[in-house]
């Protein structure tokens, strides 16, 4: 009954509110792109990061896991596949026959359901990098990797509503907002905090 429900509520809100291939593209992607960015911020507290960093990592890890459920929420509604994400940001992706496909590591997913390389996203090297530092080393490049992956973040919200017909969805549109607002506030932030230690942030 309740699946039934959350499908009428779905239909319901579609007639309302219609939404586009963009839409599930960018709500599928951007749980991908969050699980890379909750990936990497849980490293803070086992790599040496001060505490500043820690809790701006803390900020992360709380945010944006709460955004991959309202994501995954919205995508099931409407019938579409959510992609799933584990507790080392492991995704894995359900296949048309009811099967998963899991990915091994947080790097793979550098596109879109559309095949478009998602922005921001750390390589596999970057990733080997960023976990083989430790204390400030770590903190210098976790504020510039951060920094660039929250800079995506928003290029993926403008490519959104760039798109004919997209985000105009309610819940697609309020959120988009936020991950705007949020993460253009976070990229103030960390810029000031690198300045702060004398090094120079990414142009």
Known sequence: MGDAAAVARAQADSV?????????????GMIHHHAQAIHISRWAASHGADAAV?????????AQAD?????QLWLRDRRRPAPQVDSVGRVTMPSPLGEHATHSGVAHDM???????MPGMLSEAQLAELDAARGADFDRLFLTFM????RGAVTMVR?????????QDETVFKF????????????????????ERGWMPPQ
């Open 16 to 28: 309302r509110y219609p939404y586009t291939v963009a839409d599930v593209d960018f709500m599928s």
């Open 54 to 62: 820690q809790r701006l990592s803390a900020r992360i890890i709380n």
């Open 67 to 71: 955004e991959i459920t309202l994501m």
């Open 111 to 117: 596109r879109s359901m559309s095949g478009a390389i």
């Open 147 to 150: 920094l660039l992956h929250h």
């Open 159 to 167: 490519a959104l509503f760039t798109a004919p017909g997209a985000g």
């Open 176 to 195: 988009a907002n936020d991950v705007d607002v949020d993460q253009s506030t976070e990229i103030k932030r960390m810029f000031t905090m690198m300045l």
